[in-house]
């Protein structure tokens, strides 16, 4: 049977909804895995979010616009977060930051246009003691220098790629 | 008989806006039930525990300024305006939130309290789009207010001198001016808590924090009811209606157009406000001597078409009754939802279109005026309705949604050009040169002239059901409404609890059916003993408690009629009523509503003989009949709450 | 007194750490203490430690959990603060990483001396790689009976404690914002008071304690009030975690006694020839040399123990940008002083780069930094003009005059 992405957003929505309960206070978690699963709060499932909770669609919103690890734009499979805050800037996040443009030709705050990366500023990430520290969705990167960022990148680039394989190998079978 | 267990107007509150025990100032002092001493610029005083330090201020008479405030709204504590000095507290304290708990010693104005307000004022007067000549707000704005209070000479940290938005104005009824917003936030505690509408919140985070809608649509896009509760508390012009004045004095110069107008009940009580007289003073036949001089051909009583619409609503309702109950018809829905409100109509097209069926098909009284004064009206005088233009002045924003309703041109023409709010109209006067308050009387212009104290009180919660009753009590029992309520006065539907319950038992005899709807019901014997029962709730957060009761199957599922206004007070706490409101206001407007109906001759609908007379020469097949069904009533659009 | 351990420490990607105090302490020898004795010992023990709040603020612990346990609720919680978001601080990253058994420990002795039945561990979303380690632990926990019915083996006590993840908003480690976060909110402070141990978690009694202080909660159980405030000074109790970072030879997580005068951590650390160390965070104060004599002590200069070392050659007005580009995204933006008031301090420093600020102006910035200080809502907004003030007070000579060239 043919099911269309929205059906199958519901779907996992009511799974989480079944899982952390109606209360408003399971917005955040069920937030969060939406966030993981999909790459973004699309503006239909921040609707059944709130249909489901009893809540208002502007107030999940106003919560996914509060919060910097949930977006209601898409974001690339792999996020980059450079620390730009002041151990990371004396440590030299600039010239992190200048070859993380170079390599992945995009600017801060883009997605690259195959999906694969987005380039975001990170404030603190308590690495201060080993910066310039950066973040690749959960995976921490420390004291890295312009000339890692190649190989950070070409890490993801490998995982991505396989990834894709498979998604189209699914597909497929 | 009245379910006193409702709070009138306080729903739900997040929990994030809500106040520490200030709001539970009005509750708690009982169940603690001990006072407190508190010295405020050295003035003693004994408050009950959990009164604010701007309550406790108030009582001494000393003024602290307020701009996130409002007497409505849940506590926000977020301008910072109200700070005061509180002994042994490091930093200053907003007087709005603080709840008097202990002992405590408090200065107001102190140099370092007068600082920091400057600051504050300095600092939103720096992100605020400032051109107070040409905003609708000028003289009516806290902001500007607070400046000259705090007397504010220069732009300390700047002024805003470009727009960063463009003006929204996708809605019929609202217009947001984001340039001027100050991010009090009383409009998003408005539209989520006190109307549980939630179209407006707060969105982003930091310095990109701004009120928005979801994912920033247009409001025309969105679940907007236009009920304009909004703009009612918005301390400044980032909310305003939209705004008709032009094109009315357009069409009023322009000689081959007859422009008429009809007066709701509501913005009379209100119009006094506009020139500075206290709430609560009725203006209602110096207006109609302002209007005229204004430049209005006639000047007509939206009352008659309340009486109207009282007898097809009543007529429907008891249709519907004697359906349900005789003919055993399955198809009837009951209880019968109130239509005069189109806060309330767009409401519950959005948030309950499955309980569309509910609602009264009887058109509202503006838009009944609109199909006649373009008909029968227009007939009668022999003018053809292509020059007529109608405008209507109404305490509501919704109205302009509604009169612009596609389906609402019945007469073949659109049956309202204008609806324009009681502020529009002040304003209107004033250019005009017009004192208002101070020119002679005048009656309103026929055929529609005669009016009864029913039509009046619609603009009060509880006005509608009140009206109701007196007319179909007397229908079904043949019995005087005084017998039963004295002066006729249904106390129980009267003021603003939130939600009011009533139930009528009809008597073992009953009266003759009477003409007027002679060719409906045979008889009463049906009704016989039954027990009718009624609801009324005003503002859209306590029509959802009737609404999410309604869907459990509990009380109010079982009620045959109810009144539903969308604005907390009913019209003259509607959102084109001068700014500011508050309960003392709305109560003060509705006082001289009350006082009105008392002084009429005729209070009942059913015996308004201009009523009965339109039924006898151009809606002769009776209410509810084809012609009044084709002109007087309307469908309504199943919009849910999705938004693509 | 002195007997000051440095120990540059790791983490996930950094080098393991040991010599730290927590290292020696066996966590469930402090839980064993709580449970087995009767109830109010547990605040009577920390009253008599004197530890205080290690997430910065320095409130008495005892004093938190003694109001807490009086407050009426039909549910009580203990929520571990560990959004630790400061810039500069990572000691709870290494705690959590390398000791999670004494903060989930201290966090039961909490739910044991409150009568709370759930604890919630609120983790900040940049360590979600930690969170599958931290789960195992309490599964582990959960098996060994330290966490569910009878926790610990004590009849009747019930107590688990959830992971929730915070999602990216340096504001949810105010303790009201992170609160409002776990109930799915916007992470805006609320008014105060009333407090959360009073009105905390779903309007219930809540107790929200920094990592650290949990952490120390189950030392102080294990090796009594006695030898926790052997160490410190008398207002400021005990042993404390520093995060070095910045111009140093060695940064790392550092272990002092609170006492410990600016110029002896700078020794320990490697950075004694610093121009300035910024102590608590961007929230925090900037010191010249001249204020290195001062306490790391809540009554000098309380701190959650970010220290950030500048050495000769830093600009501190870029300092001061970096900190303020950080307050302005950073802030909620529900409050009118912290939210615009950010803004135009930094709109200033940007004056001051540019060499176009008068003196007349610095002052007006400085009176708005006091309101800041002074009207704003909670402490992020009441210290985001610190760093800024301190700046501009200690180094007014490096600051003005400038050419837009920046010389």
Redesign the interface.
Known sequence: MLVTEQDRLRQDIDALVERHGH???????I??EVQRNYSLVS?YA??VIA?R?G?????V???V??????S?KPKGRYIVRLC????C??AGKTRIARQLENDLGIEFGETSRDGAFTLEW??????????PAL?VN?????RVTPAQVHEIIAECRAIFGNQAHQLREGLHS | MVDKNEDPLTVRTPRSMQAPAGQAATAMPDAIGGTIRAVIDGQTIKVPVGTTILEAAKELGIRIPTLCHHPDLCIAGVCRICTVEVEGQRTLQAACTYPITAPIKVSTSTRTVRQARRHVIDLLLSRHYGECYSCARSNNCELQALAKEYGVEFFRFGQKEHRDHEIEDSSYSVVRDMDKCVLCRRCVRTCIDLQEVGVLEAIGRGDQTAIGTFMNKPLADVVCINCGQCINRCPTGALREKDHIEEIWEAIDDPAKHVVIQTAPSPRAGIGETYGLAPGRALTFEMNTALRRAGFDKVFDTNFTADLTIIEEGTELILRLYNALVKKDPKVALPQLTSCSPGWVKFIEHFYPEYLPNVSSAKSPQQMFGALIKTFYAEKNGIDPKDIVSVSLMPCTAKKFECNRPEMADSGYKDVDFGVTTRELGKMLQQAGIDLPNVPKSEFDDPFGGATGSGVIFGATGGVMEAALRSVVEFITGLKVEDLYEHADIVPVRGFDGVKYLEIKIPDAVGPVPDIIKHLVPDWNWAKGATLKFAVAHGTANAKKIMEDIKAGGKFSECHFIEVMGCPGGCIGGGGQPIPTSPEIRAARARAIYSEDAAYAIRKSHENPAVLKIYEEFLTDGPCGHKSHHLLHTHYTARGKYIA | MTAAHGNPSGGPSGKPTGGLTFATVDSEAGLKVALSGPRPDIVMKLRESGLRGRGGAGFPTAVKWTLAAAARGEQKFVVCNADEGEPGTFKDRVILNEFPDLVFAGMTIGGRAIGAREGILYLRAEYTYMRDALEAVLERRRKAGLLGANAGGLAGFEFDIRIQMGAGAYVCGEETALIESLEGQRGEPRNRPPFPVDTGFMGLPSIVNNVETLAWVACIMAKGPEWFKAVGTDKSTGLKLFSVSGDCARPGVYEFPLGITVAKLLEAVGGSDAKAVQVGGASGHCLPRSEFTRALAFEDISTGGSIIVFGQSRDMLEVARNFLEFFVEESCGQCTPCRDGSVKLLEGVELLEEGECSTAYLRELKGLSKTMQLASKCGLGQSAPNAFLSIVEHFQGEILGRSAAGI
Do not use: W
């Open positions: 209360a408003r206070s399971a917005l955040m978690p937030l969060q503006p921040m609707q249909d909770l809540i208002h669609p502007v107030e919103h106003g919560v616009s509060f919060y910097s690890y949930l209601e730009r805050t002041i151990s800037d004396m990170a404030n603190c990430i308590g690495m201060c003691d080993q910066g973040l959960e995976k921490v990167f420390t």
